[in-house]
Structure formats: structure tokens, C-alpha cells
């Protein structure tokens, strides 16, 4: 087992889930495995039915609901968002299926320390339906993408990505599986590039 807790700083991190929260198990996982030089100050979620709250919790970590459908203004939500973000100081936010759209607000003000993974070779297939669109359009291969969040949805500067075949037989829910299964290695990959400071923009 690698065990890089002694290289360096730990990098403090807040995960934003919606549901299942299966990337959110990976990063959990990597970091006691010592693989990812990093804590997990907290699990934010907008949904209180989130599995992912579960495995917080499991886990020993700080876990924060905050429903949206009480806010009727995106940024108004996002204010409230960066208060919970900001009493814990993160260095790194983790958006783990959060299924929300970040204002501009939001995005700006954390810019450079927002990651996101999405189930797509992006460029290709910003948005949602990923796989569907994929095997629509006769695609031979797919994949995920971790890459940091700018105010363009799915659009920002790329860390990682990892490919998978489709095949013949592969529809909507094996597709999800194999692209899964690769978003449980690259996440933690992506983040443990940023801790070892080979994330920049320039
Ligand atoms: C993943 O497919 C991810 O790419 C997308 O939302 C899904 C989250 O899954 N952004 P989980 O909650 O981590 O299991």
C-alpha cells in the first residue's frame, strides 16, 4: 500500500452529493487507504434522501443537509451554500453528482478549487442522458471526465479522463456501470493531482 501522508500538506476537501453518492465511497475509501493525501471536512447535500449521506456518516463525516426548494433564486441557495462551504475552510470543493446547477456567483468565487466528474468524453456530451445519446449516435467509445467547473456547464479545463468501449450489446444501464467503475479510479486520481499541486490553470 502507498502511503503518502507524510508528503506534504492534507489537502481539506468538502464533497457536494445528491444522491447515491458512490464517487463521494471512492475518495472515501482512497483516503484511508493513504493513497490521496487528504480530509473530507464535510458532505454537503441538497437532497435529504441522499444515500451519499449515509456513507458520510459510516465514514465519521460532518454531514449538512440544505434542501433547495425553499430558495426561489439560484444565487440566493449558492450564498447560502458557500456559508457551510466557508466554515470549513476547504481548499478543494468536490461536486460528487451534485445535480444542481452553480450560479455564476458561486463558480467565480471558488474559481480553480471546483472539480467535477462527468459521465462523458467531454468535450462531447455536455449535459444530461449521456449514455443514451452516446449509443444514439453509434459511438464506439465512452467515458468519464474530471475536470474543473467554470461558469461553461461541463465546460471547463479537463484533468482526467478515462475511456471505455461500447459494444454492440451495451445499453443505457451497462454503459452507466463501465463508465462507474472508471469514475471510482480517476476521481481520486484527479484529487490527488491537485494535492500533489499538478492541477494549475493558466
Ligand atoms: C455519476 O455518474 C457522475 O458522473 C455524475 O453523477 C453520478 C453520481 O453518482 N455527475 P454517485 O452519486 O457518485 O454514485
Keep these: 500500500m502507498t502511503n503518502n501522508r507524510n508528503q506534504g500538506k492534507v489537502l481539506t476537501l468538502v464533497v457536494l452529493i445528491s444522491g447515491s453518492g458512490s464517487n463521494l465511497q471512492s475518495i472515501i475509501d482512497a483516503i484511508a487507504a493513504g493513497t490521496v493525501?487528504?480530509?473530507i471536512a464535510a458532505v454537503i447535500s441538497n437532497r435529504t434522501d441522499a444515500y451519499g449521506l449515509e456513507r458520510a456518516a459510516n465514514a465519521g463525516i460532518e454531514t449538512i443537509v440544505e434542501p433547495h426548494q425553499q430558495y426561489s433564486d439560484r444565487k440566493q441557495y449558492d450564498?447560502?451554500?458557500?456559508?457551510?462551504?466557508?466554515s470549513f475552510s476547504p481548499e478543494l470543493i468536490i461536486l460528487a453528482g451534485f445535480m444542481r446547477i452553480l450560479s455564476p456567483w458561486f463558480v467565480t468565487r471558488y474559481s480553480g478549487k471546483i472539480l467535477n466528474?462527468?459521465?462523458s468524453l467531454l468535450p462531447k456530451y455536455k449535459g444530461t442522458n449521456t449514455h443514451q445519446r452516446v449509443i444514439d449516435a453509434g459511438e464506439t467509445e465512452h467515458g468519464a471526465s474530471v475536470h474543473l467547473v467554470t461558469e461553461q456547464?461541463?465546460?471547463g479545463p479537463i484533468v482526467i479522463q478515462a475511456r471505455v468501449p461500447v459494444e454492440r450489446d451495451d445499453d443505457v444501464e451497462s454503459l452507466r456501470k463501465k463508465v462507474l467503475e472508471q469514475e471510482h479510479l480517476i476521481y481520486p486520481e484527479a484529487i490527488k493531482l491537485?494535492?500533489?499541486g499538478r492541477v494549475r490553470t493558466e
Design 37 to 39: 493525501n487528504a480530509r
Design 194 to 196: 491537485f494535492a500533489q
Design 153 to 155: 456547464l461541463d465546460g
Design 117 to 119: 466528474i462527468h459521465p
Design 79 to 86: 450564498q447560502v451554500l458557500a456559508r457551510h462551504v466557508d
